[in-house]
């Protein structure tokens, strides 16, 4: 049995820092165990042109703690109004890696959002012309569309006519949920690649519901039947090079959680790499972590394979029920569970 794994220095494809106090709270959990990470821009406001997002990232720099050796990778958040020449500019300086389409009011932030992508279609040819990768939250935002069917109904209403308009266009279907999603990624072409959550991996909608409603469970896209989670840890231990690592760790205020309309999103941050081994080794796929973690997302990005090493050890992690995020109580993913793997450093 391994009781050891060493891997090249993992990258996280998908986080959410926040801002102020809660930054410099928050970021201590990523930066230990990732090199990089792509960073959302879905603050109030939203990080919509170079100046914004410019700024932001110096304030993520700023509450970097000393020592700590992580790059922040910057995402601009698109709108209606999003001027192509500032999405070019802004790649070109490296101001940021990658824009976000969020369609309007589909989750935490997105107010802002896209209304119809038919909007940004200059901004899209514009980026598939400079290799600018879309990260995608992929869910439509009608009414009558029942929450849990949001996602399939984006890839056939928006994201695979898209794909097909625009091979050339990177697309990047993050925190893929369903079965769906995972066959219309393995049935794209190499410009098409999906990020996967670990609470996706470990939970299905029955976490949220059995029992009482756990507020802490839930995030957006919410998680979905058992087939779905099933698919997804299929996909995320195959050794595709279409899946990567992205964790949508997601703060909030334990009072912003248990309230009457609680806030979505899963802190998982703190222990994210125990939780995704986690999986793999149930899965019997240990030697494709590495290809997940730290291979597959920057070479969809383009960039190079961080030179690091980092260690997990087959040894008993507790996960505290609460973690003091500079002021702010907010509760983790696995609260109260113990993890049978350690992140060594």
Not at 64 to 91: C, I, N, Q, S
Request: net charge negative; with cysteine; aromatic share 8%.
């Amino acid at each position: 049995m391994t009781q050891q794994l060493t891997i090249r220095r993992p990258d996280d494809w998908h986080v959410h820092l926040r801002d102020g106090a809660v930054l410099q709270g928050v970021l201590p959990h990523t930066a230990r165990q990732f090199a990089r990470a792509i960073v959302m821009p879905n603050l109030s406001p939203p990080m919509t042109d170079c100046a914004g997002v410019a700024a932001y990232r110096q304030r993520i720099e700023a509450a970097l703690p000393a020592g700590m050796d992580f790059t922040p990778l910057m995402t601009l958040y698109l709108t209606d109004a999003t001027d192509p020449d500032e999405v070019a500019r802004g790649f070109a300086e490296g101001v940021f890696v990658a824009a976000k389409l969020y369609p309007a009011h589909a989750t935490t932030g997105s107010a802002h959002g896209v209304t119809d992508v038919a909007n940004i279609r200059a901004v899209l040819e514009r980026m598939a012309a400079i290799g600018m990768p879309l990260l995608v939250h992929g869910e439509v935002t009608d009414a009558h569309v029942d929450i849990f069917d949001r996602e399939a109904v984006f890839i056939e209403r928006t994201l695979a006519p898209l794909v097909r308009e625009l091979p050339e266009l990177k697309v990047v279907f993050e925190h893929v949920t369903t079965e769906e999603a995972v066959r219309f990624v393995e049935g794209s072409g190499p410009n098409v690649a999906a990020t996967i959550t670990p609470q996706h991996l470990h939970i299905n909608r029955n976490a949220m519901l059995v029992g009482g409603i756990r507020p802490h469970m839930f995030c957006l896209p919410v998680a979905k039947r058992e087939k779905h989670r099933l698919a997804l840890r299929a996909a995320a231990t195959s050794g595709s090079a279409k899946f990567f690592l992205g964790t949508d760790s997601a703060p909030h205020a334990v009072g912003a959680k248990e309230s009457a309309c609680g806030c979505a999103g899963i802190f998982n941050a703190p222990f994210a790499l125990e939780s995704y081994v986690a999986v793999f080794e149930e899965e019997g796929a240990l030697d494709r972590f590495e290809a997940f973690a730290s291979l597959n997302g920057p070479a969809f990005y383009g960039l190079p394979v961080n030179e690091a090493k980092v260690t997990l050890e087959k040894v008993a992690v507790a996960v505290p029920d609460q973690i003091d995020a500079n002021g702010t109580q907010i509760v983790p993913f696995h609260a109260g569970e113990s993890l049978s793997w350690r992140f060594a450093g």
